[in-house]
Structures are given as structure tokens and as C-alpha cells.
């Protein structure tokens, strides 16, 4: 426990370092600026896509890079002789990433709300999005040893994670098989605290819940083993 709280507190000091937080407080005031000059109504319906889609994944790259330029300064090796496991490693970086994202996400959702919001369901929705998309962002990176490689993979998964959700919160996309999307509940549960008429049904946030954990863990295993295979 106070290993993962130490390394918790690491990961903090290297956003710092890394301007990740002035970065977040940067992003969080434009669009806290932006969203209070709009007609409530209209800030209403734009702020689910600008928490869902950038508020939400503003660490999926940052997470990409950070892990790269590790291995590349050996820091990945070190780790490897020492009693901190790849789960615990990927855990702290998981959870400094999206305290990021909730960080950017509150003002936001403040300022779309107005006073009429529902806090519960949209902080929640985005957490869920942004440890999912960082941990296939992990499992992902794992296999690549530079930042060119990781990309040309990364939309491949991205797209239907990203953009089914955004076509049925637009209202492109209605039918239920969209569920299989895990990422659509999380973007409907952020949808739902502007809109009490949204409804996301239990067995689809269920699942979603099961899949950050089924990547999870995909992400811990493949990246031990990728580390052990190339000796960081």
C-alpha cells in the first residue's frame, strides 16, 4: 500500500515536472471561457463531446510519450530489479492521468452545466473513459520502441472507441448494438448529468466496468512481458 502511494506521489511530481498540470489548467480555462460565453442551451449540448472527447483523453498520447522516453533513459530497467511490479508502475500512471483528466473535466462541466448538473454520473463517465483508453494506450505502447511506431497503430483501436460514442451522442448512431462499444456507456453517463432523460442501462455500464479491468490487466501482463523480453 505505501509502495503504490509513493509511487503515486512520483507520478505526480513528474506531471509537474513534465508541465502536464499547467497543460491541464491551460485546457480546463479555455474551455471553461469558451463554454460560459455560449447560450446555456447550446453549452449544454457541446459539453458531453468536450468532456468525452478531450477532457477525457488529453492523456492518452502525453501517457504514450512519458513511457517511451522512460525506456529510452532506462528508467524501465531499473524498475525491473527492484520489488515494484509492472501492475503497480501502470496503476500509478493510470490513476495520476486521469486525476488529470477529472481536474480539466470539473471546471468544464461546471461551466456547461451552469447550475442544473448532475456531477455524479459525468465525473464518473469520464474516469471510466480515461482509464480505458490509458490502458489500451499502454497494452498498446508495450510492443513499440518509439513514439512513430505507437501511432500508426493507435487509431486503429481509437476510432471505434471514440467515434461510435460521439455519432450516438450526435444521434447518427441508435441502435443497441452500439453497447459493444464499451466507451459508449461512459460517454452516455457523462451525457446523462446534463440530461436526467439519458439513460444508460446497468448491464452496459457493467460492462464497461469489466472492460477497464479486462484491460488492466491485458496491460500489466503484456507489459511485463515485453519488458522482460527486451530487458526494458
Do not use: Q
Not at 500509478?92 to 451552469?114: C, D, F, Y
Not at 505502447?141 to 476510432?159: D, E, Q, Y
Not at 457493467?206 to 522482460?228: D, E, K, P, W
Request: aromatic content about 6%.
Amino acid at each position: 500500500m505505501r509502495r503504490g502511494r509513493n509511487l503515486l506521489a512520483l507520478e505526480l511530481r513528474l506531471e509537474s515536472r513534465y508541465g502536464l498540470h499547467a497543460v491541464g489548467v491551460g485546457l480546463a480555462a479555455l474551455w471553461t471561457l469558451l463554454l460560459l460565453a455560449m447560450p446555456a442551451e447550446a453549452a449544454r449540448i457541446v459539453t458531453p463531446f468536450v468532456l468525452f472527447a478531450d477532457s477525457a483523453t488529453v492523456g492518452v498520447f502525453l501517457l504514450a510519450a512519458m513511457v517511451l522516453f522512460e525506456r529510452d533513459e532506462r528508467v524501465l530497467p531499473a524498475m525491473l530489479v527492484t520489488p515494484v511490479t509492472s501492475g503497480e508502475y501502470l496503476a500509478a500512471k493510470v490513476t495520476a492521468l486521469t486525476g488529470l483528466a477529472l481536474l480539466i473535466a470539473a471546471p468544464v462541466a461546471a461551466a456547461g452545466g451552469r447550475l442544473d448538473l448532475r456531477p455524479g454520473p459525468v465525473l464518473a463517465g469520464v474516469t471510466l473513459t480515461a482509464a480505458l483508453l490509458l490502458a489500451c494506450c499502454l497494452a498498446l505502447v508495450a510492443r513499440h520502441h518509439s513514439i512513430t511506431s505507437f501511432l500508426s497503430v493507435a487509431p486503429w483501436p481509437l476510432i471505434p472507441l471514440l467515434g461510435v460514442p460521439l455519432a450516438r451522442l450526435a444521434g447518427l448512431f441508435d441502435h443497441p448494438g452500439a453497447y459493444l462499444i464499451p466507451t459508449v456507456a461512459a460517454a452516455e453517463l457523462i451525457a446523462s448529468g446534463f440530461d436526467p432523460a439519458v439513460g444508460v442501462p446497468a448491464t452496459a455500464s457493467g460492462y464497461l466496468v469489466a472492460c477497464v479491468a479486462a484491460a488492466g490487466i491485458m496491460a500489466a501482463r503484456r507489459f511485463s512481458a515485453t519488458m522482460r523480453a527486451r530487458g526494458g
